[in-house]
């Protein structure tokens, strides 16, 4: 880690396309190697109907807490890049995708630019988002709305179609103490 504050984020991933628990695991492993990023925790793995343009294959999602030393825009560039090593192409808003990772909270921040909103503004309306979150950061309060994760899943349970998996990822990586 280099010496700036250490920020708290949370992170959603999702894969609809080819191998996509192996996308999920690389991910994971791939942000845990920067020098400047850990993964602190992975939720469960969940297996949901797509939401927006629904003509697409079913996804994996899951949420991680990660702790970076990176300030927002420099964590959206890492996670960009990520995607795209990964093989993602940008093409369909909405579509089908081999790996796509949102920032969803980091800190208390509130931005409002042309390429970071934070929080994520489309997060509380997604189960697929909030299921897995509220596993790892229940308490957590969202900065604008001021409730919890855990208010924020209980709303939007049941709305779509989102079944937990039996996929474990917990073991990617080790959390580190750093
Ligand atoms: N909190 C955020 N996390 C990730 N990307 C963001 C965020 N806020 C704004 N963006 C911008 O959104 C752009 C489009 O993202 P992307 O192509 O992943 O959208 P999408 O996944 O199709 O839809 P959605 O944004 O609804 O999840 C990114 O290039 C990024 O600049
Ligand atoms: N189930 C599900 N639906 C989606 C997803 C996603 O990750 N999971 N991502 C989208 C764009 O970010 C649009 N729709």
Redesign the pocket.
Known sequence: MNDNPLHTAYL?L?SNLGDREQTLREAILRLDRHPDIRVTQISSVYE?????MIAQPD?L?LALEIKTSLDAKKLLEITSSTELDMGRQRDMK?GPRTL?I?ILLMDKQVMDTAELILPHPRMGERA?VLLPLAEIAGAKVHPVTQQTVSDMANQVDGKEGVFLCQIRLASVCEPSES
Not at 48 to 52: C, F, K, N, S
């Open positions: 959603s999702g949901t109907a797509p939401v927006g996804f999602n909405w796509d949102d697929f």
